[in-house]
């Protein structure tokens, strides 16, 4: 007897509901969110699955589960089969019922990297980051000192937040009192206590600690105001012998919209940069996060992660996380396979083992994204190296990890000077040109890929 479909689709829905609340939301998604009902048939009820692995999963771990949750939903008894099948139109369902769980499910998969244990000795520390990484610590060891204030700055998930924390908490295990805060919240707090005629609590507050800790002070942009007060807290803090540390997206002299008197002040002490990171450096942390998190994790696993998210740490860690995650609720090891199928890696097109990109590569590649001849990059062609030629130094440099003298005859037989010149000229843009920073990754992705993988 085939019954009704549009009733079944009801009873999956709510049992969905159902488990959505019971099982932890990574669980949910991974395995449940995008089933349906495919046809229903003598109590028996088919639902489509998105993949094999996904099929067996269902079948060994959660068939019990599932079989008495439509029960409670529909005090019918049927039985589930899962078969793999593309669905035309997936169900939305409302996720204001599923805050409880996501809030869990959350701060499960989040705990391993608890945000409070940002600290110097859970920091990788690699060329890319150690100038960052060791004035950060001798700030917290002589807080007040040479590099009074601090400036850090770098692109997006590259470890300011981190080592601004691990000041913060190095300094309160040495008994002091710090003031680590975002822009955000300083600005809020500024706003508020001028609203409400509280600003000397607020003075007192600011002027009372051993050290002020900003955060993101790229968001000053536009609060005219609030660089005011910060004016007056700096000076105060800074005549007192009392450590400040800044963070930004930018280097200084690309921040234009912080008052010349204030963004003069951030300059006094110390400004250091943290640059993307190796693939070393890269590698480092994902062993160091599966340390922390207790996850036993293989070489090529490691490589895989390493090779693929290049540009921020934040993304390499989610993309650990979400393996982290897919095999805690498979109950899988994590190996190669279920990395890449948790990562949605395209497993036929990639093979090790690790092969080097050549410098004819580089050029090859660089021409082709500028649409200019291969002859055109090799040569000089006026006075100034062109910007081809500078991004083939520059990736020479700092991915292939060439020498200056082997880069010298790659694109023009530029001198060591200018070499060097255009290298640091694509570092500045880097940071201060998000249309050039795109230009740069898309081509870093395509060698990326090249350096750790033979293409098929
Ligand atoms: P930013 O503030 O520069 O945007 P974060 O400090 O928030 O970046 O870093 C993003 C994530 O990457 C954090 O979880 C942080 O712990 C991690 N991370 C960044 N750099 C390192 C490093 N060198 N070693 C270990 N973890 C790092
Ligand atoms: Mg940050």
Redesign the pocket.
Known sequence: MTQNIPEHNNIWSATLGLLEMKIPKASFETWLKDTFVLSSKNNVLTIGVSSLFVSEWLNKKMKTQIESAIKEVSSIKLKVVFTVAKNKEVPKKSSADSTNTEKETTKKITSK?D?ST?RFD?????ES?KLA?SSALSVATEPGGRFNPLFIY????????????SIADRMRKNSQNILYVTTEQFTNEFVTAIQKRKTDEFRSKYRNTDALIL??IQFLQGKEQTQEGLFHTFNDLHDSNKQIVL?C?RHPQYVDFIHDRLLSRFQWGLVAD?QS?EIE?RA??VL??AEQANIPITEDVTSLLATLYTH???E??GNLNKLIAYSEFSGLNINLDLAKLALGIDAESYNLPIIDVSPEDLISIVSKYYKISVEKIQTKQSGRASEPQKVVMYLALETLKLRYQEVIPLCGNWTTKTIRASNNWVKNELISNTEFSKKISTIKSIISPKLSYKLN
């Open positions: 990297f945000k940002y859970n920091f990788v520390v690699g980051n990484y770098s692109g997006v998930g590259l470890g300011k937040t981190h080592l601004l924390q955060d993101d963070a997206d943290i990171p450096t480092a942390i160091k996060k921020s740490i934040r390499l860690e």
